[in-house]
């Protein structure tokens, strides 16, 4: 069975809002590493909206965006050419390498673990927490930007009861960022 492994930044007063981490090319990456050890990407709508604007390149040039640090287009294209499986009630159609999820939620993500591979990473907020809610996640990461944002979404709020967890690795950047892998204690 494939691991469901869930990777998010966040700040160290609890902000998930991609806007207020820190962007530097040690973090892209490493966001870039987790992906090439997945068979494929889940994400929820709004998530996979997000990184599609920003990360699929354009269809009539295949030219990067002018805010694009030549150092973001390794983690660009290795975006680019992963399988994503979108989670949606309310999307018709999906393309870039997508693949629509419908029906029951954990019938349908117990099916794509039920396949043979390295494994399914998860990014978003809403998504993970549904996910979280029916024990399917088999890994956290928390990359936590020492930064405070005061404000935005915050992870897990409203998580109906407590999940414990093992620290199982850690790995500090040069920015003062630090990935925690965790594993749920069973």
């Known amino acids: 069975m494939r691991p469901i492994r869930y990777s998010i930044n966040v700040t160290l007063d609890g902000c998930c809002d991609h806007r207020v981490g820190i962007v530097d090319e040690d973090l892209h990456r490493h966001a870039a590493e987790n992906i090439a050890q997945a068979d494929a990407l889940l994400f929820g709508r709004v998530t996979y909206?997000?990184?599609?604007?920003?990360?699929?390149?354009?269809?009539?040039?295949?030219?990067?965006p002018d805010w694009m640090?030549?150092?973001?287009?390794?983690?660009?294209?290795?975006?680019?050419?992963?399988?994503?499986?979108?989670?949606?009630?309310?999307?018709?159609?999906?393309?870039w390498n997508a693949e629509l999820v419908r029906g029951d939620l954990g019938k349908a993500v117990q099916q794509l673990k039920q396949e043979p591979g390295k494994?399914?990473?998860?990014?978003?907020?809403?998504?993970?927490?549904?996910?979280?809610?029916?024990?399917?996640i088999d890994e956290y990461e928390l990359v936590v930007h020492p930064r405070l944002a005061g404000h935005g979404p915050t992870l897990?709020?409203?998580?109906?009861?407590?999940?414990?967890?093992k620290l199982v690795s850690r790995l500090e950047f040069g920015s003062g960022a630090v990935a925690m892998r965790y594993e749920p204690r069973r």
């Not at 909206?49 to 990067?64: H, I, K, L, S």
């Open 69 to 95: 640090e030549p150092w973001m287009e390794p983690f660009a294209r290795t975006i680019d050419a992963a399988k994503k499986y979108v989670v949606s009630s309310t999307l018709d159609r999906v393309d």
């Open 49 to 64: 909206e997000m990184m599609e604007a920003a990360w699929r390149p354009p269809a009539r040039t295949g030219v990067m």
């Open 156 to 165: 897990f709020a409203g998580l109906s009861k407590p999940i414990d967890l």
């Open 119 to 136: 494994g399914l990473l998860v990014g978003g907020v809403k998504l993970p927490q549904a996910l979280a809610e029916l024990g399917l």
